[in-house]
């Protein structure tokens, strides 16, 4: 007796990214579509905000004061919005395929916030890889679009501390974005009934 | 001979409602099983058999009656307690294996202690341990898809051994295996169920099964119709 009310079920951080890493990684086509969705919002982000950087750190330099148009800012949300959903639908399939997993875990000890936790770990790891990806490819495509006016050597003249508070910023967003579209599905997953997951069939 | 009741049955009833009508899926099933008893329970599909795993299991509520797992009310506890007496007392064993697609066979031996809290090292070695005594010590790093289904039955039984569990509930385990793989699946359990000391109930039609365990209890429409006695006696050592 007890021993069932003492028992202890753990699950811990560490534990929840070794095996959100190997899904992962096991089912790559879906990782890469989630990062390339993110990193793609991003990367437009990223760009806007670093053209305007190299506008503003080519007009200190001598260069005439040009501008990035407002109308793009409105873009850059909706392509972000775009992200968001395009990734909690690929999770909540991600959700339907593993229900039978979900059930199985459930039913070896995992609680309701082991599963919420996993599938929040795996959203985390992709909003990672998809930020640094999305900010080299932002850096690219600032260079590319500001280049061929103030010269591709303008990213040298920029404050170091600045790049590195839009990295940062990139990143958090890429984070919070991946962690937010995914809180739906891991939900989901999380308040699956173990005797009907596990009778389910694909 | 001492008959220690591990697992007790009191006018436990089940009730679905399905598009209006109600579903008696076990309806007044009374039954008390033994440590290390080995039990059969065999019926059409639809008698129940799964229902009352899952009830034993404490994945589902009886709508009344009561489930006592070594003497506690299972009914009584919370999803805490519930899990902890799913992970740490009660090891599953299923038809379709259940196995985690992107786990190795030692990953998913070693999950169920990765949730009892064991240290890593001691869960993988355990799990090692394990897949070694049912023969599976050359395929340690394998994936299930990588596995042969007697194989992949074999991971799921040491999985459901992982963390010392007095009971094991296998639903159907040798449905999904030809014969000769199904029969290896038995000895193996029966070995477990003897050496060990565990009590083994096992839904199955596989008349080979029936004939390892010590009571057979036949079930229809939610009411167990009677119980025998199997052909391997019950021997305590």
Redesign the interface.
Known sequence: ?SE??Q?????SFK?AIN?GF??L???RDRSLLNIASISLGLSFYTSLILTDVFYQTYASIGGSSLSVESTYYWLVIIALIVSVVGITNAMLISVFERI??I??????????Q?VLLLFLVEAFLQGLVGGFIGFILGVIAALVSTGFTTGFDIITYVDPTRMITIFLTSLSISLILSVVATMYPAYRASKLD??EA?RYEL | MSFEKVIELKELARYFEVGGDLVKALDGVNLDIGRGEYVSLVGPSGSGKTTLF?MI?G??RPTQGSVYI???DISK?D???L???????IG?I?Q?F??????TAL?NVA??T????LPRDEGNDKAQKLLESVGLGERLHHKPTQLSAGQQQRVAIA?ALA?DPAIILADEPTGNLDLKTGTEIIDLLHKLNRSKGLTLVAATHDLKMIKASDRVVMMRDGKIEKIEKGEAPLNHN
């Open positions: 007796m069932i009310k028992g202890k079920i753990t699950f534990d095996l190997n899904y990684r096991r089912r039978r997993e059930g199985t875990m459930k039913c070896i000890g995992a609680l309701d082991h173990p005797v596990l | 899952n299991g994945l589902d070594d003497g506690v506890l999803a805490y307690e899990a902890w007496l799913r992970c740490r007392r599953y299923f379709s259940n196995l985690i697609q992107v786990l990953e999950l169920p990765v949730f009892a809290g999985r963390n």
